[in-house]
């Protein structure tokens, strides 16, 4: 079999078939890195604002973490939670103890800031990228488990059993954080000028 015809075959495995083939070769876990890794990186730049460098020392302890676990993950739960809520904990963990040296990227896109736009009710009055600056430094302001939720639903599209997966929370204390998540960061973005619609 050809690389390419690997690659092609291996790209329609779902997230388990290819857990279970990398049990048996690790080869194939590669396949799972390929899948995730834009993905997970996203995710952790939107939560912790690090710069590339520090992303990819994140990413590499998320995988090595992933791949040394493997044999934990039950197959009857979603992979793509699982591995995401690995990436949390190591982005938080990390972000705890070098928060000081947040490189204060713009975590925020123009597809990014239309969600946002319309879930916080945000009057868009601004200049896009200004908006764009204001939301992303916003957003850095809130507790950890407050941006954590917004990035999850709103950003990454989550349902709330996925996020509550994610987050080891139940699905009602997420419901509960993501209300006072969006309340606190239009308390937040009033005072900086940027008014919502009531």
């Given at each position: 079999?050809?690389e390419?015809?690997l ?7 779902t997230d388990?078939e290819l857990?279970i ?5 690790n080869?194939y876990?590669s396949?799972?890195i390929?899948?995730y890794?834009?993905?997970?990186n996203?995710?952790i730049k939107r ?6 460098d520090?992303?990819?020392?994140i ?6 973490k992933?791949?040394l676990?493997?044999?934990g ?7 793509s939670?699982?591995i995401y809520?690995?990436a ?13 040296h947040i490189?204060a990227?713009?975590l925020?896109?123009?597809?990014d800031?239309e969600i946002?736009?319309?879930e ?6 601004f200049?896009?990228n200004q908006?764009?600056?204001?939301l992303?430094?916003t957003?850095?302001e809130?507790s950890?488990?407050y ?6 639903k709103?950003i990454e ?5 996925e996020?509550s997966d994610?987050l080891?929370k139940?699905?009602g204390?997420?419901?509960t954080?993501?209300?006072r ?11 900086k ?5 009531e």
């Amino acid at each position: 079999m050809t690389e390419n015809s690997l690659i092609e075959k291996m790209s329609s495995k779902t997230d388990t078939e290819l857990v279970i083939l990398s049990l048996e070769d690790n080869k194939y876990f590669s396949f799972l890195i390929t899948r995730y890794k834009q993905k997970i990186n996203k995710y952790i730049k939107r939560i912790t604002a690090f710069s590339d460098d520090r992303i990819e020392d994140i990413l590499q302890e998320v995988f090595i973490k992933t791949y040394l676990n493997l044999n934990g993950f039950n197959k009857d739960l979603s992979f793509s939670a699982w591995i995401y809520r690995i990436a949390h904990n190591e982005a938080v963990s990390f972000y705890r103890k070098n928060k000081k040296h947040i490189d204060a990227v713009n975590l925020i896109d123009d597809e990014d800031l239309e969600i946002f736009a319309s879930e916080t009710d945000i009057e868009k009055e601004f200049d896009s990228n200004q908006l764009k600056n204001i939301l992303a430094e916003t957003i850095n302001e809130l507790s950890e488990k407050y941006k954590s939720v917004l990035v999850l639903k709103f950003i990454e599209g989550r349902s709330y059993d996925e996020i509550s997966d994610i987050l080891q929370k139940p699905p009602g204390t997420i419901a509960t954080w993501i209300n006072r998540a969006k309340k606190d960061l239009r308390k937040k973005l009033d005072k900086k000028g940027i008014k919502h619609y009531e």
